[in-house]
């Protein structure tokens, strides 16, 4: 029977993306958009729909209101196409980045043998224990510059709908294929057993130095907390489920 119960209280960084379309203008100007973010994580803190999870990290002191030191993020891409304004919001969970964030610059020798390994041993440390309370949606970046690859695998966890392939067959296929390694390590829901452990695995890349491959782990909750809502140029509200972020 379904029953209506808290699922996990911890509701971590809230992160907002910002899709912009060529035709869209701000009122005030594009700063507004962090403005706004701020006025709607005090708001929503202040409601209780935000836990005050975000603190100084140095003096380990609240953060009035979930807002200060680059909080709540708001990450802006334009996208072609786009009629309007879209925002996802998506409050990251922080078990799935304490115990479930990885990065390694392997070397270009290493070949895809080494991505595997490296994400084969990031997925058993990170649900060791049910550390990151799987089943788990995991993003990993391959390619970049370092800083770009954790940004691929975050973006990749928390954004792509579950179920949709990369258009790349080659990475869709690689996609699928740790899916089932993830799956058959034994793990299980909470890391107690069982052929559950990742809901579905999404990987996003970007060109690379022919050195180095950079690979990234993301771990996003199996809650997947996100909203999606685009604004038209007609001023109306439409809520939507995908947040169309990825341009290849």
């Not at 993003?139 to 954790?150: A, D, K, S, V, W």
């Not at 050195?211 to 809502?229: E, K, L, M, P």
């Amino acid at each position: 029977a379904r029953q209506d119960g808290l699922v996990c209280t911890d509701t971590g960084w809230p992160i907002f993306y910002v899709g912009l379309g060529d035709d869209v203008t701000i009122d005030g100007g594009w700063s507004q958009l962090q403005s706004l973010a701020e006025t709607a994580v005090r708001r929503c803190t202040a409601d209780a729909k935000l836990r005050p999870t975000m603190v100084h990290p140095v003096t380990r002191q609240p953060l009035d209101g979930n807002v200060g030191l680059g909080f709540p993020r708001v990450v802006v891409q334009t996208q072609a196409g786009l009629e309007g304004l879209r925002i996802t919001a998506v409050p990251k969970g922080g078990g799935g980045d304490v115990f479930g964030a990885f990065f390694r610059m392997l070397l270009a020798a290493d070949g895809m043998p080494g991505v595997f390994k490296f994400v084969l041993d990031c997925f058993r440390e990170s649900t060791y224990a049910g550390k990151t309370c799987p089943p788990n949606i995991i993003g990993i970046g391959i390619g970049g510059t370092p800083e770009l690859c954790m940004v691929l695998a975050k973006e990749a966890a928390v954004l792509r709908p579950v179920g949709r392939r990369h258009p790349d067959s080659d990475v869709a296929a690689m996609e699928l294929k740790l899916l089932e390694a993830f799956n058959d390590m034994g793990v299980g829901p909470m890391g107690c057993g069982g052929v559950t452990a990742a809901i579905d695995v999404h990987i996003e890349i970007a060109a690379t130095h022919p050195a180095c491959t950079g690979v990234a782990f993301n771990a996003q909750c199996h809650i997947g907390r996100r909203a999606v809502a685009r604004f038209t140029t007609e001023q109306e509200l439409v809520w939507e489920e995908d947040p169309q972020w990825f341009q290849r």
